[in-house]
């Protein structure tokens, strides 16, 4: 149980916030049965090290926290969820001495995954005294073949952090999780890392099964890598501020476009084929966009409400608009207007989606010429300036921010494998790094939440654009009612405020 510090006075079913207690619960544990030995870590014996760097088992990081007080009983607490705070262990499941390590970096490109794996490299040495670590090339393809994985010191990854791409390769498809398995243990590896996205993830739990089945003591962890920030549960991942300040260097260059132009439409098209977080942040990073589509909000080009009056608006009164569209918007749209609708796969499986860029501009501009017919001095229409960053946003090195992050998680994860734990990925929740079982975020989807209060909120205002809100979830004048006090009540709601 955990005393809540202080809290807000202000609000009235809170009598006395800083006698609530708040249960902290274990979601789910991590496995942490690699064996059943016990070594002590290393970092423990270097003279100088402080007891207090290191993390017990039972230290939980609470996430959602913020449940209505209204809905629970303060006597007995409030309920908040926890995971496993990541951190070095006193004493380590492994002798350092005997470690093999791999490393693999699968699915597409993203800033920061060398230094993921210099990372590695680097705390299983400098930390631990572990020597030997390979990288496998070409993603889940290059365990086949032993001969061709590389061997990695602190000579050959020193300058990784500063190179965009990954010095190992990657690959789609071509996992073989038996395969993988007879590699690991006919090369005696005990430690496997892992980075990649939500495919990466689903295979890694595969292999960590297998090693099960078959009793092998081998670790197997997951830096989750996603530049499209779509895994559950985590506060971000990394790469992702790095693809955000490339997506917003692309707003520029479509702004200088359409500024240069009479009726300038600048359309960006960024990454996020699920979810559209590249979009929001680089949108509000820019605050110059008069338009931000993402997979999750559906959208309709003509009528009112529709983008088509936006836009038209937009350009008569500035004389130049900026749309970002993440390549995962509008998929439905287009099919129900005819676009062929990709039947086609990639060599993971993943659907094949349609172009949304070029199918805006083909879309938009005789509607918006239509539009501004009669109504600007020189009644050319538009000048549509389409600009597609794609492999510009995925392939650059990391930012600074997203290098210490990287680094973070790095070696976390070797802390956790270094201590037995198996089957889990390392990421932040509220700020701190945990250890979550994969079963946890394995085949879900983190997507912006734009029924509650979020950032998606502040891209509606700032871009004046149609919120596209199902009409059901909005509240109308004839919900408010006036209260004799002088204050409004919310239909369906106990919500009272003053006016
Ligand atoms: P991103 O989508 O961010 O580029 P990803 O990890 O999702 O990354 P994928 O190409 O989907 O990229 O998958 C990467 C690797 O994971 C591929 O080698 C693929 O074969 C493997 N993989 C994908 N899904 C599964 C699955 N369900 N089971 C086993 N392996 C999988
Ligand atoms: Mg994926």
Known sequence: YVNAVDGLTEDVKIPSPKHILWKVELVDRVFDDVNRATYPNPLSLKPNTPTSWFVDDDDLVAAKVNVAASDTDLDKGIKAEAYTLAG?????????????????????????????????????RRQYGVSTTYGIPSGYRGFKDPTTWIPLDEKVVRNFHNMGGSFLGSSRGGHDTKAIVDSLEKEGINLLF????????????????????????????????????????????????????????????????????????????????????IAMHSTLGSRVVDLCLVPEVDFYLDGEGGIVDHLADRLLENGN??????????????????????????????????????????????????????????????????????????????TTADNLFCTQLAHNAVHGAMAGMT??????????????????????????????????????????????????????????????SGGVIFRNSDDECSI
């Open 88 to 124: 070095p262990r006193f004493d380590i499941a492994f002798d350092p001495k005997q470690c093999k390590a791999a490393v693999v970096t699968c699915g597409g490109l993203c800033p920061g995954l060398n230094t993921v794996v210099r990372e590695i490299v680097m705390c299983l």
């Open 194 to 277: 892992v980075t990649g996205g939500d495919g990466t993830v689903r295979g890694a739990a595969l292999i960590a099964d297998e090693v099960r089945n078959r009793g092998l003591e081998i670790a197997v962890a997951v830096i989750p890598k996603t530049i499209d920030n779509d895994i559950p549960l985590i506060d971000r991942t990394f790469g992702f501020e790095s693809a955000v300040n490339a997506a917003r260097q692309a707003i520029d260059v479509a702004v200088t476009e359409a500024e240069g132009f009479p009726y300038g439409l600048g359309i960006v098209k960024v990454m996020g084929r699920h979810s559209g977080f």
């Open 321 to 398: 608009a900026i749309v970002v569209v993440a390549e995962g918007a509008g998929q439905e749209l287009m099919a129900t207007m005819g676009s062929h609708g990709a039947d086609e796969v990639d060599l993971s499986g993943n659907k094949l989606l349609d172009d949304v860029g070029p199918w805006l501009v083909k879309q938009l501009k005789p509607r918006l010429n239509e539009k501004l017919k009669g109504k600007t001095p020189y009644d050319d229409g538009v000048t549509c300036k389409y600009v597609d960053p794609s492999y510009m946003v995925r392939g650059i090195p990391p």
């Open 423 to 484: 089957s889990f990925l390392v990421g932040s929740v509220n700020t701190r790094e945990c250890y979550l079982p994969i079963r946890l975020v394995a085949n879900k989807q983190n997507v912006i939440d734009t029924a509650h209060q979020s950032l998606w909120e502040y891209v509606v205002f700032d871009t004046q654009q149609p919120s596209f809100a199902v009409e059901n979830d909005c509240r109308d004048e004839n919900d408010i009612i006036t209260t004799a």
